[in-house]
């Protein structure tokens, strides 16, 4: 049994089963057992624990927590992945200890109801609420995102469960125990990858909302403007030559505030984008891409969450201005998980001096 397709997963969703996803290699490279968190039962979640590390998540949108009044676990996120955990929670009604299947399933079901509120819920408790960051996987390559993408896609509501599949000896599966797992228990097994190629082609996750020919520097280019689905706040493209698929385009990705920096480049020949842009004129083809900022109080710009955004939205952008190859300008070697399910392959990472 090979992996099975994103529509498979959907229509198994859809009924109230397990999907099992794998992440890429390049990131924990494990399959969480996931399950819509409105389909929860006590059998759901008694199978879940006795075949996972027990320790079940409950993926939901952060206007959902905010409602619920469930804040992040800890200010500061050292976690590796920046898996954003919320505080955990028991449903109050019908609450003994908080541990039994049929009372997380209960609590699964509060966290997916649109009627739940604050005072229906205990803290701490038995299940944790990942925040889910807005794009989904077209954003960070999670379980956390592919559950709540996962649901939506399903016509559900956006709230999952989620845990990660471990043998009988607490060993993490890895991908050939996981599809036989999935074979032995006739589940779906589907990839990070392949649901954000799916969301690629289905989903819009960037807009172009105007490009101007302008001179900068002395160099003529196109800006392109375009704005994400789920952020008002725009992002610059810079181009200079002509973009062919098949022919690498040197590419620089950064975060900041565009206009204060251009300005700064104009006024002073030699600081580093006045550099990068007398690069991108230098190759055949060139890209400046600048996105906005990272919002106020994320983990920083190399944490896992702000490169994967960093990640999905440039990816967006690149594909939408005809992008295939990449010559990867950047001061060191970073790890872009899902890249390549926007029909991007980075061809070399060119130093910046």
Not at 137 to 154: F, N
Not at 201 to 228: I, K, M, N, P, Y
Not at 327 to 332: F, G, I, Q, R, T
Request: proline letters at 6%.
């Amino acid at each position: 049994m090979g992996l099975a397709s994103v529509e498979d997963a959907i229509r198994q969703t859809a009924a109230g089963g397990f999907v099992i996803v794998v992440d890429d290699e390049d990131r924990e490279n494990e399959g969480d057992l996931i399950i819509a968190a409105e389909k929860a039962t006590p059998e759901a979640i008694a199978f879940m624990v006795r075949h996972t590390s027990g320790l079940i998540c409950a993926p939901c949108e952060p206007e959902r927590l905010d409602r619920l009044e469930l804040p992040l676990m800890v200010a500061a996120n050292q976690e590796a992945h920046r898996c954003a955990y919320a505080i955990s929670v028991d449903v109050r009604a019908g609450m003994t200890t908080g541990i039994a299947a049929a009372e997380r399933a209960a609590t699964l079901n509060a966290l997916a109801d649109p009627n739940a509120v604050a005072e229906d819920f205990v803290r701490p408790g038995h299940v944790i609420p990942l925040r889910y960051e807005p794009g989904g996987v077209l954003v960070r390559s999670g379980h956390t995102e592919a559950a709540v993408d996962l649901a939506r896609l399903a016509g559900l509501r956006p709230a999952g469960a989620i845990c990660e599949l471990v043998h009988d000896d607490g060993r993490m599966q890895r991908l050939p125990d996981l599809l036989a797992f999935g074979a032995q228990h006739g589940l779906p097994v589907i990839s990070i990858e392949a649901l954000i190629r799916y969301r690629a082609r289905h989903d819009v996750l960037v807009t172009e909302l105007a490009r101007e020919r302008v001179e900068l520097g002395g160099q003529s280019l196109t800006t392109h403007v375009f704005q994400a689905r789920f952020d008002e706040r725009p992002i610059l493209a810079l181009v200079s030559g002509v973009i062919l698929p098949e022919t690498p385009t040197l590419v620089r990705v950064i975060k900041g505030d565009a206009g204060r920096d251009l300005f700064s480049s104009a006024l002073m020949p030699g600081n580093p984008v006045h550099r990068t842009l007398e690069l991108l004129a230098e190759a055949p083809a060139g890209i400046l891409v600048y996105l906005p900022p990272d919002p106020p109080g994320s983990e920083g710009s190399e944490s896992g969450g702000s490169v994967w955004r960093r990640v999905g939205l440039g990816s967006a952008v690149l594909s939408s201005l005809g992008v295939g190859r990449i010559h990867l300008l950047a001061s060191k070697e970073l790890s872009f998980p899902g890249i390549a399910s926007f029909g991007l392959r980075i061809e070399s990472l060119v130093k910046e001096a």
